[in-house]
């Protein structure tokens, strides 16, 4: 296999707080080829979104204690000084945000604030920016690219600001585009819309994406490999079908159970987890999931489960003999399907 | 089209009277300008000219995109907006001009629960006074006993009564939702309107509160209006679907018809458009990639709204040599006319085939344009 075009190993965020130390990510390793999309998948406070931030070199050193390894093209972007990371961060790795109301600037035209960032990276004029910035407008198809780029947010409605979010990120031909829940905020249709956008564009710009989400639909269309998280760890790593199809971890499971199928003909009740993610101050010792999970043993309060592999790439941090996890999957989880 | 003229199936409507029915509800939003004389310059057509019924019991479920007016037509149904037009009528009551005192009253059979638990609970009142809040105003229940009937409320939708002290930022997001729900059932309402109720909560807690409706219904015998963006939670949740666009109903048909038989192209599209937590299905289905935002509601389409962005009128005029969408669609606007049993839709060229094949793909749209094609229209002027 190719050199991964990037590498996080043993990936650990944590913040000191009054209340005692946020264990946001702790312990996250995956790898990236040029042109996959990985989907990360898991519940509010999982660590999804800081994990990100940390390869973007968004969160600040002084308030959090980061270790592990990010590789990107032979380097390890924690060593890697700030004005340096200025030079990646938007031209080699770039990010969508999930609000597209917030992330834009409500003062600037939209044209501008693309112009801006390839400015920042290219030695260009003005004119030549702002022409870069419409051509990057039609690229993502928004109509009449020309008279948009000279607009305000405001006057954008929301799938339009998401898709010259998109445009932004992509200014630069970026080699990894990371979409921190791109669709959360925005209707179905137009979500649509977007991940197709999203799909296309990185096999012109031959990028590899990152999708970072809650809804399991979401990944299922549109990822390779998946990795669902739950409070700061990966549960479950795979390809997409080893997670729909022959899914390994209770949480998972869980997931899979909670969301209402539309393929479903009765009405049935749906199987959420019980209780509530955990604080992530206080981690539950051993397995973190251990207190919602229904199939939980003796050593589950003990012990931390490793993300041990089952077969090629597919890997599960369970205690659970596989023989175990074989058998309630398919008696208990993919039955109720 | 060969449907309309069907002799209507023996319909079996849910019995009795409708809890809820709307004819002919107009919301209009004026728009003004000027500084010193507002004069009027348009109207936004929130809601357009719907009809509704709502059985008692039963759950009718609203889906649409952003700004189709579902929770406008909601607050109608509310009393919180007037109707510019129409008529409401509540328990066989026309409630369309009630006032004061009548109005509150009427307000205990009603009951909202709100789409975002962080902005739907006064930050500096305890849970128990913000669920308590309803039996102050309408003082169903003697003072000494409300924190007794709060702590009954709590237990039931799954708080620990002993957090009555507590105020909502101590609560997680489903948490709080479920402190919604509990002051909605305070007054032992008839009817809930749930506007997006779980689309701010992640999966496994929406999966919480959708099981706790289910059973609150169950228990109360309350009649749900259940309005939501996200398909497949409304269709879990539903007796019957509205698919609103634009200020009008599209179609409207129980959920399993609905997803088996879309007939408007605009509910087709919307159908593919919810990503399937299933790889094999969702590779399987071919999406319509529905072209552009919602036309503004100022000024909407002439003829069928839709028809701006419809893929289904292009081919079918595609078919007869002409450029664009069907000029019926343009000119002529469709009525919701029977489509099946317990489905109606308004559309002049309404999807035909059966969509799932075995509880397979969702939908091949071009084969069925294909069908389309292949039989000689007979839409006439």
Redesign the interface.
């Known amino acids: 296999m190719a050199q991964p075009l990037l590498e996080v190993k043993d990936l650990k965020v944590h913040f000191p707080t009054d209340d005692g130390l946020v264990k946001a990510v702790d312990g996250v390793s995956y790898s990236l080829q040029a042109g996959e999309t990985l989907g990360i998948v898991g519940e509010s406070g999982s660590g999804k979104s800081v994990s990100s931030l940390t390869v973007m070199g968004l969160i600040n050193p002084k308030q959090a204690r980061i270790s592990g390894e990010v590789f990107f093209q032979g380097q390890d972007l924690l060593k890697v000084p700030k004005d340096e990371m200025r030079t990646i961060r938007g031209a080699k790795i770039s990010m969508i945000f999930q609000d597209p109301m917030t992330s834009l600037h409500p003062f600037y035209k939209v044209g501008y604030q693309i112009a801006e960032s390839i400015l920042e990276h290219q030695d260009i004029s003005k004119q030549e920016a702002f022409d870069q910035a419409v051509e990057m407008l039609a690229r993502v198809n928004i109509p009449h690219p020309k008279d948009r780029a000279s607009q305000y947010p405001h006057e954008f409605s929301g799938g339009m600001r998401q898709r010259a979010m998109i445009a932004m990120a992509l200014s630069l031909n970026p080699d990894v585009l990371i979409a921190d829940e791109p669709t959360t905020a925005l209707d179905v249709t137009v979500q649509a819309q977007i991940l197709d956008l999203i799909d296309r564009l990185k096999s012109e710009f031959n990028a590899a994406v990152i999708i970072i989400t809650h809804d399991l639909g979401v990944v299922a269309e549109h990822c390779d490999d998946i990795m669902v998280m739950y409070a700061g760890k990966a549960a479950e790593f795979g390809d997409t079908d080893d997670i729909y199809y022959k899914p390994l971890h209770p949480y998972t499971w869980g997931l899979l159970s909670s969301i209402p199928r539309l393929d479903e003909d009765k009405q049935e009740r749906l199987n959420p987890i019980r209780g509530l993610p955990p604080s992530l101050i206080q981690v539950p010792p051993g397995c973190a999931f251990h207190p919602r999970c229904p199939y939980k043993f003796d050593p589950c309060d003990r012990d931390v489960p490793e993300l041990l592999p089952v077969d090629g790439h597919h890997a599960a941090a369970c205690h659970l003999s596989l023989a175990d996890k074989e058998r309630i999957r398919d008696q208990e989880v993919l039955a109720r399907r | 089209m060969s449907v309309q003229a069907e002799q209507l199936p023996a319909q079996s409507p849910p019995s009795g009277e409708p809890l809820v029915k709307l004819e002919g509800i107009k919301k209009y939003f004026p728009i003004t300008q000027g500084i010193l004389f507002q004069h009027h310059v348009g109207n936004v057509h929130a809601v357009d000219d719907v009809d509704l019924e709502v059985y008692p019991g039963q759950t009718v479920g609203l889906v649409g ?2 700004g189709c007016g579902k929770s406008t037509l909601a607050r109608v149904v509310m009393r919180l907006y007037d109707a510019t037009e129409g008529k409401v009528w509540f328990d066989g009551r026309d409630i369309t001009h009630l006032k004061g005192k009548e109005l509150q009253e009427l307000r205990e059979d009603m009951q909202m629960v709100f789409q975002d638990p962080y902005a739907s609970l006064n930050p500096r009142k305890t849970v128990g006074t913000i669920v308590g809040e309803p039996f102050r105003l309408h003082q169903t229940v003697p003072k000494n006993r409300i924190k007794s009937e709060v702590q009954q409320l709590m237990e039931l939708v799954g708080l620990n009564p002993e957090h009555y002290n507590r105020y909502p930022h101590e609560f ?4 709080r939702q479920r402190i919604g729900v509990a002051r909605s059932l305070a007054l032992r309402p008839k009817l809930i309107v749930c506007d997006e109720p779980v689309s701010a909560l ?7 509160i ?2 706790l409706l ?1 059973d609150l219904q169950d228990e109360f015998k309350l009649t749900y209006l259940f309005i939501a ?5 409304v ?3 539903s007796d019957r679907v509205a698919v609103m666009y634009l200020g009008k109903i599209v179609e409207m048909a129980e ?2 018809s609905l ?1 088996r038989t879309p007939k408007h192209p605009y509910s087709g ?14 590779r399987q289905k071919r ?1 319509i ?2 072209q ?2 919602v036309p503004s509601p100022i000024d909407p389409p002439s003829g069928c709204r839709f028809h701006p962005r419809c893929p289904q009128s292009r081919a079918i005029a595609e078919a007869e040599g002409i450029d664009g969408p069907h000029p019926r669609c343009i000119q002529e606007e469709p009525e919701l006319t029977t489509q099946g049993p317990e489905q109606t839709a308004a559309c002049h060229f309404p999807l035909e085939a059966s969509i ?1 094949e075995g ?2 793909a ?1 939908d091949r749209f071009e084969d069925l344009v294909e069908d389309q094609e292949s039989k000689e229209d007979p839409a006439p002027n």
């Open positions: 995109e952003t997680s997001g489903g948490q992640d999966v496994s807690i929406q999966a919480q959708l099981n289910g963006h996200d398909l497949s939670v269709k879990h949740v959920g399993a997803y599209a919307l159908l593919s458009a919810v990503p399937m937590a299933d790889p094999e299905l969702a999406r990639i529905l552009g935002d799932i509880g397979g969702v």
